[in-house]
């Protein structure tokens, strides 16, 4: 069983920054691509941002490509951070972020259409407005 908790979210005009935080643990955390998913009100959920579980690689949806950086500082192999910078945040970028987790991929590859994960958090809010 994993725990995932976000934090970072709230409120930054369009072309601010912000940084969003997850602290990830329990065992097995080594094996886990860590992913970025977020909702807006009345959009599908979407996959923007995956690191691999070696930390190696990462991927990127196209809607968040050149402003958006997935990082990982893993510990030991039960207690991971990862990290989402978010640069150049527009509007459309206004959303529920999740932190979410998967053992499916090998350790050195993330993909970020896949949508079948194993444990995610509650969620952080980003609101991009003037």
């Known amino acids: 069983q994993l725990q995932l908790v976000e934090s970072g979210g709230g409120l930054v005009q369009p072309g601010g920054s912000l940084r969003l935080s997850c602290a990830a643990s329990?065992?097995?955390?080594?094996?886990?691509?860590i992913f970025w998913f977020r909702q807006a009100p009345g959009k599908e959920r979407e996959g923007i941002s995956c690191?691999?579980?070696?930390?190696?690689?990462?991927?990127?949806?196209d809607s968040v490509k050149g402003r958006f950086t997935i990082s990982r500082d893993s510990r030991d192999n039960a207690s991971v951070s990862v990290y989402l910078q978010m640069n150049d945040l527009r509007p459309e970028d206004t959303a529920i972020y999740y932190c979410?987790?998967?053992?499916?991929?090998?350790?050195?590859?993330?993909?970020?259409?896949?949508?079948?994960?194993?444990?995610w958090g509650k969620g952080a809010l980003v609101n991009v407005s003037s």
């Open positions: 979410e987790t998967t053992s499916t991929f090998v350790r050195t590859l993330c993909d970020v259409r896949a949508q079948s994960m194993d444990f």
């Open positions: 690191i691999s579980a070696s930390g190696s690689n990462t991927h990127y949806a």
């Open positions: 329990g065992e097995g955390l080594d094996w886990d691509a």
